[in-house]
């Protein structure tokens, strides 16, 4: 009893999937196959511009003897996914024909649109005027198409009576006959789609009409129409969906979503899918490096496809490795576990065919390790860096090959500068009026307390506030007149020639006098006149040296590197003599403006703001930066 329940079941369960899945029509779907006869022809190009604005799709029944002669037009007609079908080799009517010249017709023609295409397919066929009989469909054996609608634009060779047959005669599931060799077909043809796309109606191939009405055509059967009724009808064909995830063996890993009724193809290489270039999808799959994939739901690829679907993949880089120093090498670890790590030891920018890490480096002084990561699937990572000073301290962005490396090691060593952040000398990155004021006072500031100072613009509680007291005390700078420092903007270089000036001048170092050594600078008229004598006199002494262009800048920004080198050089200057110490004018007033003696008129007026009027061409490096360095670094001030 029971055994006989469960065959019953099997039973129905068995007859349940023989029968065909029909899906109800989709609400409001209005389906048109437009057809074109006897071509291609001079017009079919225009024709197929016109379908693809529209997004309309078509259906053509070429004759080979024209297939032969404009075999780039079939080919674009299928990859603009237009359904291609004969129509013979040259329009006999094949009812009256001998089998074997039905056959001839026939064979023929299909190779002619092999060759276009580039594939070995089979062809839907229309015989000639429509003439057919079942030994004539048995021969073709492939499914064959009449039609429902005639616009007899053959007849009229009128595009307004081509329009007006076609929006008399067609409705859902009409397949409309056309003939691309007259231009007041491909004309009518074309308007009339707009009117009826604009009432709902989707223009789609024969082969999707059938398909999409749940009708399985037959080899050596004829078709009428498709108008709705006995078979349900699925909705268009879906687009597929490329999404892309990190793989954790490397690479990425993709997937595509396609239509769930057919199957997918790809390619990798850009190319738009076919039979003969694509690959059909399974699964996901892994990509590494920059790729552009291209995807397409099949149904049949004679005519039922949907848009390609195109996404370009970037390359991702491998996590950089990370560098640490402890007495006396270097450890180098990366975030991924199969990364192998590449270095150098002499400053060189490493590649993946430098040394292997395989345990830490000894290091010595004034060197640098550089080091690079590679993971399979991954691109090279971004190269990291540590250098050890001779004083033994730890640059992150500055190696020893760096034209500035000598004056940031020295700088450190000597406590005149801390980084941006810890390690991160920053030496691309603006050198603003602040940082300038704190390396000085660590170069030569007294750690009294200096009377404070009230600018509008600065807290007592900023990080640079002890060294500005002390460089207002010692007249090194002075503000603006309207009471304010700006001490986040950026240093001018004839500012900073002031400042560095004022320090040399306040330590009894002997300055040359007058401003005729500013007359180098083929811009020194653009120099302020209260700036002039400071830059003269620190060109003289070689501590600047203007552009390779003969020019001075003097309200162009200075790089950290570039006001690293100018610190270092006016250092290295011949010590003063102890002989003009007794001069007591510099002592500091107790008032909260510097004594105006000893500079004339503010010093820091308003002339000193930026006057961008003769900016050099940003093309000429001043001689200070021979060269950009890597890894600029982020803008973080650390509180000295
Ligand atoms: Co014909």
Redesign the pocket.
Known sequence: MKKKLLSLLLALVMVAALLPTVTSKAAGEKLIAVTF??GPSQYTSTLLDGLKQRGAKATF?M?GINAASYPAVVKRAWLEGHQVCS?SYN?PQLTTLSSADVRSQLTRTDSILDNAIGLDMSYML?P??GSYNQNVLNIAGVPCLYWSVDTLDWKSRNADSVYNEFLRSARDGSIVLL?DIYSTSVTGALRAIDTLQARGFEFVTVDELFYRRGITMQNARIYFDAYPGAAGTASGIQTPAISKTESPSGGLLITINGDSRGSVYYTTNGETPTPANATKYIGPFTVNGTCTIKAVSVIHWNSIRSKVASQTIEYIPAPAPELKYANGVVTITDSNPSAVIHYTTDGSAPTTSSAVYYSPVSISPDSTVRAIAEVKGYGPSAVKLLTVTAGGSILRDVSVKDWHYANFSAAVDQGIINGTSPEVMSPNQSLTRGMLVTMLYRMGGDQQTAAPVNYSDVSANAWYYQALCWATANGIVTGYRDGTFLPNADITRQELCAMIYRYLDLKGYTLPEGEAAAGRFGDVKSIGGWAREYVAALAELGVVTGYNDGTFGPARGASRAEAVTMLMRALALPAPEPEPTPEPTVTPEPTETPAPTETPAPTEAPTESPEPSETPAPSQEPSETPAPTEEPGKIVIVKP
Do not use: E, L
């Open positions: 006869d006897d029944f004759q129509h329009h229309r000639p005027y003939h």
